[in-house]
């Protein structure tokens, strides 16, 4: 009996293996795959590009970039000032 029930369930899995895939299924050729690469990178590199430029625009610009230095250069001027007073 289990023989009987199998052997129908066989053929049906064995005719949707050999079928192959369905058309909107079928995965890309290689040589297409390669061919669109240079193209993906260059998308990607240009994508990281812009954003990176904005990060650091929106760095340059921001409030606590623009404190910090002005901080700097005043606590850099006043050691500059004490080093040239004490060792003049």
């Known amino acids: 009996m289990r023989l009987l029930l199998a052997l129908p369930v066989l053929v049906v899995v ?3 293996v050999l079928e192959g895939p369905a ?3 079928a ?3 290689v040589l297409s795959t390669l061919e ?5 990178l260059k998308e990607f590199g240009n994508t990281l590009e812009d954003k990176t430029r ?3 625009d929106h760095i340059r610009q921001s409030d606590i970039a623009t ?3 002005n901080w700097i250069s005043e606590t850099f001027n ?5 080093l ?3 060792f003049s």
């Not at 669109?36 to 993906?40: A, F, G």
């Open 14 to 16: 064995l005719s949707m």
């Open 23 to 25: 058309p909107a299924q």
């Open 27 to 29: 995965t890309p050729d």
């Open 36 to 40: 669109n690469i240079p193209d993906k």
């Open 54 to 56: 904005a990060a650091i």
């Open 67 to 69: 404190k910090t230095r």
């Open 78 to 82: 006043k050691v500059k000032g004490t």
């Open 84 to 86: 040239k007073d004490t």
